[in-house]
């Protein structure tokens, strides 16, 4: 048996209790991704596209043309 998953918010979220945040959670196979106020929609994914992820977006290639 597994054991449950451990959710950290994100620093960004403004502490609290507010429910407006990214929550992090990372498993010996995976990281998950949800937003807090719909916990039932997760991104799944593993450290090296996630790293790839957040690079592009830091760096702003994604930026609307």
């Not at 048996?1 to 502490?15: D, H, R, V, Y």
């Not at 429910?19 to 010996?28: G, K, P, R, V």
């Not at 596209?49 to 690079?55: T, V």
């Amino acid at each position: 048996m597994s054991a449950p998953i451990q959710w950290q918010k994100s620093t960004f979220s403004g502490g609290g209790s507010s429910e407006d945040c990214i929550e992090l959670a990372a498993t010996n196979i995976a990281i998950h991704l949800r937003e807090s106020d719909h916990p039932a929609a997760l991104l799944t994914t593993s450290p090296t596209p996630l790293h790839a992820l957040l690079s592009t977006l830091k760096s702003g290639r994604l930026a609307s043309r």
